[in-house]
Protein backbone atom coordinates (compact mmCIF):
# COMPACT_ATOMS: atom_id res chain seq x y z
CA UNK A 1 0.00 0.00 0.00
CA UNK A 2 1.18 3.38 -0.61
CA UNK A 3 0.76 6.77 0.75
CA UNK A 4 1.18 10.50 0.82
CA UNK A 5 2.29 12.70 4.22
CA UNK A 6 4.01 15.77 5.17
CA UNK A 7 7.56 15.50 6.66
CA UNK A 8 8.53 18.96 8.44
CA UNK A 9 11.94 19.97 6.88
CA UNK A 10 13.39 22.06 9.18
CA UNK A 11 14.52 25.03 7.16
CA UNK A 12 17.38 28.08 8.19
CA UNK A 13 15.60 31.32 7.46
CA UNK A 14 16.88 35.01 8.43
CA UNK A 15 14.97 35.18 11.26
CA UNK A 16 16.18 31.39 12.74
CA UNK A 17 14.82 28.18 11.70
CA UNK A 18 11.53 27.90 10.35
CA UNK A 19 9.57 23.81 9.34
CA UNK A 20 8.83 23.27 6.01
CA UNK A 21 6.28 20.68 5.45
CA UNK A 22 7.41 18.45 2.46
CA UNK A 23 4.65 16.29 0.83
CA UNK A 24 6.55 12.95 1.06
CA UNK A 25 4.90 9.45 -0.87
CA UNK A 26 5.59 6.43 1.51
CA UNK A 27 5.00 2.61 0.88
CA UNK A 28 2.92 0.58 3.86
CA UNK A 29 3.99 -3.44 4.03
CA UNK A 30 2.76 -5.70 6.90
CA UNK A 31 4.82 -6.32 9.65
CA UNK A 32 6.26 -10.13 10.14
CA UNK A 33 8.39 -10.98 12.84
CA UNK A 34 9.70 -13.99 10.91
CA UNK A 35 12.32 -13.52 8.14
CA UNK A 36 14.18 -16.10 6.40
CA UNK A 37 17.81 -16.00 8.13
CA UNK A 38 16.78 -19.38 9.55
CA UNK A 39 17.21 -21.10 5.84
CA UNK A 40 20.13 -19.41 5.30
CA UNK A 41 22.09 -20.65 8.93
CA UNK A 42 20.66 -24.58 8.09
CA UNK A 43 23.10 -26.93 6.94
CA UNK A 44 21.29 -29.77 6.64
CA UNK A 45 21.74 -31.55 2.74
CA UNK A 46 18.88 -33.84 2.71
CA UNK A 47 17.11 -33.92 -0.10
CA UNK A 48 13.70 -32.88 2.18
CA UNK A 49 15.16 -30.13 3.65
CA UNK A 50 17.05 -29.23 -0.17
CA UNK A 51 13.61 -29.12 -1.77
CA UNK A 52 12.21 -26.96 1.07
CA UNK A 53 14.79 -24.74 0.68
CA UNK A 54 13.89 -24.03 -3.24
CA UNK A 55 10.38 -24.04 -2.38
CA UNK A 56 10.94 -20.99 0.17
CA UNK A 57 13.49 -19.43 -2.79
CA UNK A 58 10.10 -19.92 -5.32
CA UNK A 59 7.77 -17.79 -2.40
CA UNK A 60 10.74 -14.92 -2.26
CA UNK A 61 10.71 -15.02 -5.94
CA UNK A 62 7.18 -14.33 -6.06
CA UNK A 63 7.42 -11.73 -3.51
CA UNK A 64 9.66 -9.83 -5.87
CA UNK A 65 7.49 -10.80 -8.66
CA UNK A 66 4.36 -9.01 -6.79
CA UNK A 67 6.08 -5.76 -6.34
CA UNK A 68 7.58 -5.91 -9.84
CA UNK A 69 4.15 -6.44 -11.29
CA UNK A 70 2.82 -3.00 -9.28
CA UNK A 71 5.73 -0.97 -10.55
CA UNK A 72 7.71 -1.33 -7.46
CA UNK A 73 11.13 -2.29 -7.10
CA UNK A 74 12.99 -2.83 -3.96
CA UNK A 75 17.00 -2.19 -4.14
CA UNK A 76 17.72 -4.04 -0.75
CA UNK A 77 16.80 -7.34 -1.15
CA UNK A 78 17.95 -10.03 1.65
CA UNK A 79 16.97 -12.66 3.49
CA UNK A 80 16.74 -10.25 6.59
CA UNK A 81 14.24 -7.96 4.57
CA UNK A 82 12.16 -11.07 3.14
CA UNK A 83 9.69 -12.03 6.41
CA UNK A 84 6.95 -15.50 5.93
CA UNK A 85 3.71 -16.06 7.55
CA UNK A 86 1.82 -19.09 7.34
CA UNK A 87 -2.03 -18.64 5.01
CA UNK A 88 -3.93 -22.20 4.98
CA UNK A 89 -0.70 -24.45 5.84
CA UNK A 90 0.93 -22.65 2.81
CA UNK A 91 4.23 -20.64 3.62
CA UNK A 92 3.78 -16.71 2.06
CA UNK A 93 6.47 -14.85 1.35
CA UNK A 94 6.33 -11.03 2.02
CA UNK A 95 9.31 -8.08 0.85
CA UNK A 96 9.28 -5.70 3.78
CA UNK A 97 11.53 -2.33 4.80
CA UNK A 98 10.69 -0.67 1.66
CA UNK A 99 12.83 2.52 2.74
CA UNK A 100 14.90 1.96 -0.57
CA UNK A 101 12.06 0.98 -2.97
CA UNK A 102 11.00 3.35 -5.51
CA UNK A 103 8.15 3.41 -8.45
CA UNK A 104 9.28 2.82 -12.25
CA UNK A 105 7.31 6.41 -12.91
CA UNK A 106 8.39 8.02 -9.80
CA UNK A 107 11.18 10.99 -9.77
CA UNK A 108 14.49 10.92 -8.78
CA UNK A 109 15.40 11.60 -4.79
CA UNK A 110 19.09 12.40 -5.56
CA UNK A 111 20.67 14.85 -8.37
CA UNK A 112 23.19 12.01 -8.87
CA UNK A 113 24.29 8.00 -7.26
CA UNK A 114 28.13 8.59 -7.73
CA UNK A 115 28.05 7.24 -4.39
CA UNK A 116 26.78 3.88 -5.15
CA UNK A 117 24.51 1.67 -4.76
CA UNK A 118 21.50 2.41 -1.71
CA UNK A 119 20.81 -0.65 -0.23
CA UNK A 120 23.44 -3.46 1.74
CA UNK A 121 26.21 -3.60 -0.50
CA UNK A 122 26.74 -7.37 0.21
CA UNK A 123 23.69 -7.69 -1.93
CA UNK A 124 24.15 -4.74 -4.53
CA UNK A 125 24.39 -5.48 -8.20
CA UNK A 126 27.22 -4.39 -9.96
CA UNK A 127 25.49 -1.88 -12.13
CA UNK A 128 24.37 0.32 -9.05
CA UNK A 129 28.37 0.54 -8.18
CA UNK A 130 28.48 2.32 -11.44
CA UNK A 131 26.38 5.07 -10.91
CA UNK A 132 22.78 3.01 -12.23
CA UNK A 133 21.53 2.55 -9.31
CA UNK A 134 18.67 5.24 -9.35
CA UNK A 135 18.06 4.28 -13.12
CA UNK A 136 14.40 3.44 -13.07
CA UNK A 137 14.61 0.67 -15.52
CA UNK A 138 17.62 -0.82 -14.59
CA UNK A 139 17.33 -0.63 -10.64
CA UNK A 140 14.84 -3.77 -10.75
CA UNK A 141 17.52 -5.66 -11.63
CA UNK A 142 18.97 -5.31 -8.71
CA UNK A 143 16.32 -7.14 -7.13
CA UNK A 144 17.33 -9.78 -9.36
CA UNK A 145 20.67 -9.93 -8.52
CA UNK A 146 19.78 -9.67 -4.93
CA UNK A 147 17.84 -13.50 -5.12
CA UNK A 148 20.99 -14.77 -6.31
CA UNK A 149 22.80 -13.74 -3.58
CA UNK A 150 19.90 -15.22 -1.73
CA UNK A 151 19.96 -18.40 -3.44
CA UNK A 152 23.38 -19.27 -3.29
CA UNK A 153 23.36 -18.53 0.49
CA UNK A 154 20.44 -20.98 1.02
CA UNK A 155 22.89 -23.76 0.46
CA UNK A 156 26.66 -22.22 1.28
CA UNK A 157 27.84 -21.08 4.81
CA UNK A 158 29.71 -17.88 3.13
CA UNK A 159 27.77 -14.96 1.54
CA UNK A 160 27.63 -14.59 -1.65
CA UNK A 161 29.61 -11.58 -2.05
CA UNK A 162 32.40 -12.78 -0.17
CA UNK A 163 32.97 -15.68 -2.56
CA UNK A 164 32.60 -12.99 -5.17
CA UNK A 165 35.44 -11.61 -3.88
CA UNK A 166 37.62 -14.50 -3.76
CA UNK A 167 37.11 -15.22 -6.95
CA UNK A 168 37.77 -11.38 -8.08
CA UNK A 169 40.44 -10.31 -5.50
CA UNK A 170 40.42 -6.68 -6.97
CA UNK A 171 36.51 -6.35 -7.69
CA UNK A 172 36.05 -3.05 -5.26
CA UNK A 173 38.86 -1.77 -8.11
CA UNK A 174 37.24 -2.89 -11.08
CA UNK A 175 33.79 -1.47 -10.13
CA UNK A 176 35.52 2.03 -9.65
CA UNK A 177 36.75 1.60 -12.93
CA UNK A 178 33.95 0.75 -14.96
CA UNK A 179 32.61 3.79 -13.06
CA UNK A 180 34.76 5.98 -14.77
CA UNK A 181 33.15 5.02 -17.82
CA UNK A 182 29.46 6.18 -16.67
CA UNK A 183 29.17 10.07 -17.27
CA UNK A 184 27.95 12.05 -14.15
CA UNK A 185 24.60 14.14 -14.45
CA UNK A 186 24.41 12.64 -17.57
CA UNK A 187 21.06 11.62 -19.61
CA UNK A 188 20.12 8.04 -18.49
CA UNK A 189 20.79 6.92 -21.96
CA UNK A 190 24.14 8.50 -22.03
CA UNK A 191 25.06 6.15 -18.71
CA UNK A 192 23.74 3.83 -20.40
CA UNK A 193 26.16 3.39 -23.38
CA UNK A 194 28.70 4.09 -20.80
CA UNK A 195 27.87 1.15 -19.01
CA UNK A 196 27.71 -1.18 -21.88
CA UNK A 197 31.10 0.41 -22.83
CA UNK A 198 32.49 -1.03 -19.08
CA UNK A 199 31.11 -4.11 -19.42
CA UNK A 200 32.88 -4.69 -22.84
CA UNK A 201 35.57 -3.59 -21.18
CA UNK A 202 35.82 -5.42 -18.10
CA UNK A 203 33.20 -8.02 -17.91
CA UNK A 204 35.31 -10.58 -19.53
CA UNK A 205 37.54 -10.73 -16.62
CA UNK A 206 34.74 -11.64 -14.07
CA UNK A 207 34.97 -14.48 -12.63
CA UNK A 208 31.58 -15.99 -11.09
CA UNK A 209 30.51 -17.95 -8.91
CA UNK A 210 29.00 -21.39 -8.66
CA UNK A 211 26.40 -22.35 -5.89
CA UNK A 212 28.37 -25.87 -4.77
CA UNK A 213 31.41 -23.82 -3.68
CA UNK A 214 33.41 -25.78 -0.88
CA UNK A 215 30.63 -26.44 2.10
CA UNK A 216 27.94 -26.12 -0.16
CA UNK A 217 25.30 -28.61 0.73
CA UNK A 218 23.32 -28.55 -2.69
CA UNK A 219 22.43 -31.77 -4.20
CA UNK A 220 24.93 -33.35 -6.54
CA UNK A 221 21.93 -34.44 -8.67
CA UNK A 222 20.97 -30.70 -9.17
CA UNK A 223 24.01 -28.34 -8.91
CA UNK A 224 24.24 -27.94 -12.67
CA UNK A 225 21.16 -26.78 -13.21
CA UNK A 226 20.71 -24.42 -9.73
CA UNK A 227 24.78 -23.27 -11.13
CA UNK A 228 23.15 -22.32 -14.47
CA UNK A 229 20.03 -20.60 -13.10
CA UNK A 230 23.02 -19.02 -10.19
CA UNK A 231 24.28 -17.27 -13.27
CA UNK A 232 21.31 -15.93 -15.16
CA UNK A 233 20.68 -14.39 -11.86
CA UNK A 234 23.64 -12.56 -10.84
CA UNK A 235 25.88 -11.93 -14.26
CA UNK A 236 27.65 -8.79 -14.27
CA UNK A 237 25.86 -7.87 -17.44
CA UNK A 238 22.40 -6.78 -16.22
CA UNK A 239 21.40 -7.28 -19.68
CA UNK A 240 21.79 -11.24 -19.39
CA UNK A 241 20.08 -11.60 -16.44
CA UNK A 242 16.77 -13.64 -16.06
CA UNK A 243 14.12 -10.26 -16.75
CA UNK A 244 10.98 -12.85 -16.72
CA UNK A 245 11.03 -14.05 -12.99
CA UNK A 246 8.06 -16.49 -14.00
CA UNK A 247 10.94 -18.14 -16.24
CA UNK A 248 12.57 -18.48 -12.89
CA UNK A 249 10.04 -20.32 -11.19
CA UNK A 250 9.77 -22.97 -14.50
CA UNK A 251 13.52 -23.50 -13.44
CA UNK A 252 12.47 -24.21 -9.72
CA UNK A 253 9.40 -26.31 -10.02
CA UNK A 254 10.98 -29.59 -11.70
CA UNK A 255 13.90 -29.74 -9.39
CA UNK A 256 11.56 -29.61 -5.78
CA UNK A 257 9.95 -32.63 -8.03
CA UNK A 258 13.18 -34.78 -8.87
CA UNK A 259 13.98 -34.40 -5.12
CA UNK A 260 11.04 -35.23 -3.83
CA UNK A 261 10.47 -37.99 -6.22
CA UNK A 262 13.96 -38.99 -4.82
CA UNK A 263 12.83 -38.95 -1.71
CA UNK A 264 10.23 -41.26 -2.02
CA UNK A 265 11.93 -43.01 -4.43
CA UNK A 266 14.98 -43.52 -1.01
CA UNK A 267 12.43 -44.35 1.41
CA UNK A 268 11.02 -46.76 -0.85
CA UNK A 269 14.40 -48.44 -1.53
CA UNK A 270 14.99 -48.75 2.67
CA UNK A 271 11.99 -50.22 2.91
CA UNK A 272 12.62 -52.59 0.66
CA UNK A 273 15.92 -53.15 1.49
CA UNK A 274 14.89 -53.38 5.34
CA UNK A 275 12.53 -55.87 4.33
CA UNK A 276 14.71 -57.69 2.37
CA UNK A 277 16.99 -57.97 5.22
CA UNK A 278 14.16 -59.19 7.93
CA UNK A 279 13.95 -62.33 5.06
CA UNK A 280 17.38 -63.31 5.07
CA UNK A 281 17.49 -62.77 8.86
CA UNK A 282 14.66 -65.13 9.14
CA UNK A 283 15.82 -67.65 6.47
CA UNK A 284 19.29 -67.78 8.49
CA UNK A 285 17.24 -68.87 11.66
CA UNK A 286 15.16 -71.61 9.68
CA UNK A 287 18.18 -72.76 8.59
CA UNK A 288 19.93 -72.59 11.89
CA UNK A 289 16.73 -74.16 13.34
CA UNK A 290 17.12 -77.28 10.39
CA UNK A 291 20.54 -78.06 11.75
CA UNK A 292 20.07 -77.85 15.24
CA UNK A 293 17.35 -80.72 14.85
CA UNK A 294 18.89 -82.43 12.24
CA UNK A 295 22.42 -82.72 14.68
CA UNK A 296 19.49 -83.80 17.41
CA UNK A 297 18.43 -86.66 15.00
CA UNK A 298 21.45 -88.34 14.14
CA UNK A 299 22.83 -88.31 17.37
CA UNK A 300 20.15 -90.31 18.50
CA UNK A 301 21.11 -92.78 16.07
Known amino acids: MQGLTNFDLPVVLPGGVGVFAMPCRY ?26 KLRVFNEAVLAVEAIHRNGIFHRDIKASNLRHRWDDEKRVVVAIDMGTAARIDSGYLALSYDAGPVGDLAYSSPESYGRLAGHRRVAPFTDIYGLGCLLFELFNPDHFYRQLEIRNPRIQLTYAAMATLVPINAKPKEQIEGWRAAIEKFGPGFVPVEIDAPGSTVPLAIAAQLNGLLSRLTHVDYERRIADLGAVRAVLWPLIRALENQEIYNRKLARTRELRQKKLAAARERDERFKARKTLTSGKC
Do not use: T
Not at 38 to 44: L, P, Q
Open 27 to 52: FVVEWLEDDLESYIVRANSGLKESAE
